[in-house]
């Protein structure tokens, strides 16, 4: 019974993943995957008509393949309204919705969204951390959502 609790707490609590959509080799590697622009998509788990689109760099060689290698913290995102926005529960005004290892432990691609309520918009900001320093860089977008359709808050 214990096994199984745990078994479906990993299930519930698995962090929500993007789908690749394309990528481009950046450096030929004679040994394992070439270095890539990978770009993936991801829905706000949250508002559902939301899609954020990532381009990123994706480290190869033996690293990248045995999924030891430290990604570059250089990430661009641009979110779109892909279908009538909707937003069934209550959201937070500030809320990390996507979070993803790229490193072997201690650096973390982060997105949160952000509630422009004066605007009326939903703002998206990329970073990544790492447990000692973080990255200053950053990537911010913003999604305009029709004043017929409420944003409500928790």
Do not use: W
């Not at 394992?32 to 939301?50: L, R, T, Y």
């Not at 069934?88 to 201690?106: N, T």
Request: one cysteine or more; aromatic letters at 6%; glycine letters at 6%.
């Amino acid at each position: 019974m214990y096994r199984l609790a745990c078994v479906v707490l990993l299930l519930v609590a698995a962090p929500l993943r993007a789908e690749e959509i394309g990528s481009v080799d950046t450096v030929f590697k004679f040994i394992g995957p070439d270095h890539k622009i990978v770009v993936e998509a991801f829905d706000d788990p949250g508002v559902s008509g939301v899609t954020c689109y990532m381009s990123r760099a994706r480290t190869g060689g033996l690293k990248g393949a045995f999924g030891v290698a430290e990604d570059k913290a250089e990430v661009s995102i641009a979110c779109r309204q892909i279908g009538p926005i909707s937003i069934a529960k209550p959201i937070r005004q500030q809320e990390e919705i996507f979070s993803e290892r790229i490193s072997l432990v201690f650096k973390r691609l982060r997105i949160v969204r952000m509630v422009d309520a004066k605007r009326h918009a939903l703002v998206y900001l990329t970073y990544s951390d790492r447990v000692i320093e973080g990255s200053p860089q950053n990537s911010v977008t913003a999604v305009a959502v029709d004043r017929a359709t409420p944003i409500p808050l928790r």
